[in-house]
């Protein structure tokens, strides 16, 4: 099982890597103003627009001019790479998940007990997120974005020694390691296309600059639709880490760095859900907020690595 696990982590890796390109290469070609060929035949809706939450732009536009038509704007158009981009990003992330699936069942709880196979699960997470949020969504054009921050985690995670070694006493909990860490991966993952998303409503901006780039109203949308389901994850991975850390350490809460990260984290995410229904706060505000509270997932994810406490030994 051990040698499988080698064998699928360079693939899925690869695969990643080939998905970005072919993202960046399909906005590239929505930016130029390039459609598929494939628009001059008759086609069926595609089942991104399934879901999208009513009034918002997506469904005005899906239920007046199909993704296929060549009416549709830019930043809906399919393009051969598109297409291409989302299937490779799918088979990266079958590998992946094959990859963790592996490994868990050759250390005998969740894959995730150091830093190289937190940041493997973390940019599977992340791919999961986007590919989900992408069916109901147009926001292939944005999918640069969280495919990219994949595969940096997974060259990062490729530095890193990926030897099985034993977990210190205080982590020997199979059952809680594996929820406690995995609601983490989870949350991390959705909250990074929410990222994507701000990123690219800052692009956009109210007035919709890009033709290439979603509406401002689907970007918020997906934004606002990505925490409301992070967010409970990751509140419920806080309240079972509390319980994990009375039974380890004997106290529910010390201002552990890892501790504090996360607490500051779910603030920032609370901050965003409150302002975003405020007037002065809703649009370019509350997108900015939404980067911040990512770079606050990535100070949690790392922070135990440059400031010393009772996680750094565990590597996460």
Do not use: C
């Amino acid at each position: 099982m051990n040698i499988l696990a080698t064998f699928l982590f360079p693939i899925g890796t690869v695969a990643i890597a080939i998905a970005f390109a072919a993202h960046v290469g399909h906005a590239v070609l929505l930016a130029n103003g390039r459609r598929s060929i494939g628009l001059a035949l008759p086609t069926a809706r595609q089942p991104a627009w399934a879901g999208a939450v009513t009034g918002s732009f997506a469904t005005a536009q899906s239920t007046v001019v199909p993704p296929n038509s060549p009416q549709a704007p830019l930043g809906i158009a399919p393009t051969p790479l598109g297409r291409a981009a989302v299937g490779i990003a799918l088979i990266g992330f079958a590998t992946l998940a094959g990859y963790l699936v592996a490994r868990g069942l050759t250390v005998g709880r969740g894959p995730w007990g150091n830093m190289f196979e937190f940041s493997v699960a973390f940019a599977t997470s992340i791919v999961g997120g986007y590919l989900y949020l992408q069916r109901r969504y147009p926001i292939r054009s944005i999918g640069f974005i969280p495919t990219g921050v994949a595969l940096a985690l997974l060259l990062y995670a490729s530095s890193l020694p990926s030897d099985i070694s034993q977990l210190v006493p205080a982590l020997q909990n199979p059952p809680l390691i594996t929820i406690h860490v995995g609601l983490a991966v989870l949350s991390y993952g959705i909250f990074a296309t929410s990222f994507a998303a701000g990123v690219g409503y800052l692009l956009q901006g109210p007035e919709d600059r890009f033709a290439w780039l979603p509406s401002h109203n689907v970007l918020d949308e997906v934004a606002y639709r990505a925490v409301i389901i992070g967010f409970p994850i990751f509140a419920t991975m806080i309240i079972l880490g509390s319980w994990w850390a009375s039974i380890a350490w004997s106290r529910y809460w010390g201002w552990d760095p890892k501790e504090t990260a996360a607490l500051v984290t779910w603030l920032s995410y609370a901050v965003y859900l409150h302002a975003r229904n405020q007037k002065a706060w809703a649009g370019r505000p509350a997108a900015l907020l939404l980067v911040v509270a990512f770079g606050m997932v990535l100070v949690t994810y790392s922070g135990s690595l440059w400031f010393n406490g009772l996680h750094s030994y565990s590597g996460l």
